[in-house]
């Protein structure tokens, strides 16, 4: 779950950067997503709950599973274009 917010809110804070607009999203991200995310990872690192090997294979789980709904969306454009 943490490694889903923190990824997510990449999601959110990365169009505002690259196209300087806001992002829907941004406020949720930058409030709650972050701070969460960090907070779930200290604690579980902290108190040896996870390893450094588990904290980064959640990561890349995270990654690759926010990924989703990109993949998604492109199959949706490419078929919208042979119709």
């Known amino acids: 779950i943490f490694s889903l917010l923190l990824i997510n809110s990449l999601a959110h804070i990365a169009p505002t950067i690259k196209q300087v607009k806001y992002s829907p999203g941004l406020v949720s991200a930058s409030l709650l997503f972050i701070p969460i995310g960090l ?26 599973w926010m990924c989703v709904p ?8 490419t078929n919208e274009g042979k119709a």
Do not use: H, M, P
């Open 39 to 64: 907070a779930g990872y200290t604690d579980l690192l902290d108190n040896n709950i996870i390893t450094i090997k588990e904290f980064v294979a959640s990561l890349l789980i995270g990654a690759l």
């Open 70 to 77: 990109f993949i998604y969306q492109a199959i949706r454009i």
